[in-house]
């Protein structure tokens, strides 16, 4: 079995390794302390000094906290819509009654910073703009530096779907100015899901204490009381397992370097989609390609979903389909977490003998080929 | 150490290992077809043959999901409050705007099922009675069959936090009358918490199809809609490595055989029960005490809050002072999970040392003595 999708992803043998431990009980000093280091050295993978709460949930519940604890339903929240978890922003919304104002782009396209000015100039009454950095569902990137420099200044907070890029792509809370991140345990930080995060600056920690929004366990207003103090607790028992993992998993990341990190999977997303396009297939963004998924435009090609199922069926790797309205259209590979270049060349030759033995014109090798090409490239420099 | 706490408890070692496996991706029929057995397998132990969703979350989400999707703020529910983890159950009410009516009774003493059947003769239009099985922070057990028959026949549901007792005490939802079921992952399933469960009766899932009350990530709509056909799946991305231990605690549950689980863990609550009083120490409940985890009042006696420490700093050992109004007054032992009758004989062990120690006149062994005495006489029908 070999995970290629984009989340959850394959853990490092460390992060394996520490979830056989016997837990301590969570109320005691060496579990306290273990949370302490994790969210120190989680905040420097995120570049930020904020806060970072943790919750036991997955990231839709980080979603839920923020727009519970930010947000009244007499607010108006503009959200970017441009993929099936951008759409979330909205039904989270919609279910607790704040007002949402749309800012739709296609699906495959990225938010246009230069809209999100416009329409936070036209309404200065827009309490926050809800966004996504990496759209699983396309593939594609939004450019946060440059939405976090129309929001700020303005009275709006920005809050971000960070869940399936940060960690793994270059990402700055604070110099972006991105005041409520939600994050996920199973991309990036390579653990199993059922972990999430919000970091949040003192403009979102100021709205928390005016929004009458009804929550409880996703309050992030006690949940940041219980950070106070010399060592952090948490409001509800923390999952105590997958923090454990979590110190595992930073370390991982921070020996290697985050910035190191990115890079590596920057190169290989570039080699993907340079496979892609040499197997004749096409890329369902035309641009602003997210570097942790590859979605693979399947309109007039293959089936996408006989592609996933030969995948898991014949090689044992665990790609994905489309969803929402671009099931049937899409799949998609992930090249987030524990991956190297050598997992990139194994899943271009499994996609190749499938596409081969599905009855399409492939010339194997091809994509590998062009993966290879990217790596050889990107080596020069160092090996010169 | 050694965790003697009323959760998180100690792991069996299958569900350690379980926790070191790469996990497969959540969408494959592999991963679905493992929660499927798990959960066949949970309703075996829970008794019931109705659905029961997971949750990524602890107890407290579970207990979320019940009040936000059984219940409306036109409702008004009554709330047996016998303790910290009753008053939770209010809270989450009031955080929702669902009216409470409140049925005390003093901290240490169980709920008196016909007051339960007055409240609901002379209120008629009470939606549901929440209750608590076993109420961690005194250390009693509600009679959960009792209020079950002064509930049944009336319009009202039935939901009971379950989260600290069930898969340790002897528990028949279904049979008890008990609609709505909330469990934690990190009590008798003996698993790291971050998983939660919500067992629902036709009954209550009527209720949800009525409720208004605002939810997305706690919803059991959803949730329940997710374990529609042949392999069950959630709405959104579960806590996928807990649920895999889940399918080796329950292997090692039903291996040993429920039935015997909870004679096991009873005869260590009577163990435990009789060492304190032979200690000359007193128990909080004056009766109806929970077999998971024992009480002891120190009022006029030794500080809890330093005998707690001593335990965990001389030996390893984490047992847990009071909660809310008990805080300072009394020491818990839990006797739950993966624990046997020389765990309660090493407990009590230290507990004679650290008493000593303390200064106080403590005959060493004296404790032990008793809980060996308990033992003994339970072996004797077997031995003969």
């Known amino acids: 079995m070999r995970i290629m999708a984009p989340g959850p992803v394959e853990s490092p043998p460390e992060v394996l390794a520490a979830g056989s431990r016997q837990i301590p009980h969570h109320r005691t000093g060496e579990f306290r302390a273990t949370l302490k280091d994790s969210l120190a050295a989680l905040g420097r993978v995120l570049k ?68 999100v000015a416009m329409e936070l100039k036209n309404n200065p009454k827009i309490a926050g703009v809800l966004t996504t950095f990496s759209e699983t569902s396309t593939g594609v990137e939004n450019d946060i530096a ?51 995060f919000v970091a949040l600056s003192a403009k979102a920690r100021k709205r928390i204490e005016t929004s009458t929004t009804p929550r409880f366990y996703l309050s992030l207003d006690s949940a940041l009381k219980s950070l106070e103090g010399n060592l952090p607790d948490t409001p509800f028992t923390p999952a105590v397992s997958l923090i454990i993992q979590l110190r595992e998993s930073l370390k991982v990341l921070e020996a290697e370097g985050i910035e190191k990190v990115w890079a590596r999977i920057a190169l290989l997303g570039s080699a993907t989609r340079a496979a892609i396009r040499a197997l004749g297939l096409k890329l369902l963004p035309a641009g602003n390609y997210s570097n942790v998924v590859t979605a693979v435009d399947c309109a007039g090609g293959p089936d996408p979903d006989s592609v996933v199922r030969s995948l898991r069926e014949g090689y044992g790797i665990s790609i994905i389909g489309g969803q929402g ?54 080596k020069v420099g160092e090996n010169a």
Chains 1, 2 share one sequence.
């Open 325 to 378: 309205k671009l099931k049937g259209r899409i799949f998609r590979i992930g090249h987030v977490g524990h991956v190297d270049e050598l997992d990139v060349l194994a899943t271009i030759g499994a996609l190749e003998m499938v596409l081969r033995r599905s009855g399409r014109d492939v010339k194997l090798g091809a994509g590998v080929a062009a993966a290879q090409e990217v790596f050889l490239k990107a």
């Open 146 to 196: 440059a939405i976090g420099k129309a929001v700020r200044g303005t009275d709006a907070v920005l809050a971000v779907d960070g869940i399936s890029g940060v960690g793994a792509l270059p990402f700055y809370t604070d110099d972006w100015g991105v005041d409520a991140l939600a994050v996920g345990s199973q991309k990036g930080l390579m653990l199993p899901p059922g972990l999430a």
């Open 48 to 115: 930020t000094a904020n806060p970072v709460v943790p919750i036991a949930a997955s990231g839709t519940g980080a979603m839920e906290a923020i727009v519970t604890s930010l947000f009244s339903p007499s607010d108006t929240v503009l959200v970017t819509v441009c993929g099936n978890f951008s759409e979330r922003w909205v039904n989270i919304c919609k279910a607790f009654g704040v007002k949402v104002t749309r800012l739709d782009s296609d699906w495959g396209t990225a938010v246009d910073p230069a809209r």
